[in-house]
């Protein structure tokens, strides 16, 4: 008899929670329809030659799925992307940042050097 009053309850309750994803995967819908990836300031002087942007991948760019990431990245004296590391943000893209940035070209400097940079994946650009 117990089951049978909460019943309507948990029916409501995955009703609202249903609701409330499609409303949030919905309002993300209809704002755009070409996805963006953009590169921020690093927290170094040092000087970047070759930048290669990285590919937004197609089905997070049809489901309007973004976000910011943030890759750690060693610097070789001669210029040249020694590694990368995830910091922060969606692993998928996350991947797809770290592939571009190992790409990447400085300018040569006296020792390795670490370096933060922030890629931001805004789907409605």
Do not use: C
């Not at 117990?2 to 029916?11: F, G, I, T, W």
């Not at 995830?86 to 400097?109: D, E, F, H, N, R």
């Amino acid at each position: 008899m117990l089951n049978q009053q909460h019943a309507p309850r948990r029916v409501t309750q995955k009703i609202g929670l249903a609701f409330t994803v499609g409303v949030l995967l919905m309002s993300s819908l209809f704002v755009g329809v070409f996805g963006v990836a953009r590169t921020y300031a690093q927290d170094s002087d040092r000087k970047l030659i070759t930048r290669v942007e990285p590919d937004y991948p197609d089905a997070l760019k049809r489901l309007y799925i973004g976000g910011v990431v943030r890759v750690e990245v060693m610097v070789a004296p001669n210029g040249s992307v020694r590694s990368t590391k995830l910091l922060g943000g969606s692993p998928i893209l996350g991947q797809s940042s770290m592939k571009a940035i190992m790409k990447w070209k400085y300018v040569p400097a006296a020792a390795d050097e670490k370096l933060t940079v922030k890629v931001e994946f805004d789907p409605h650009k």
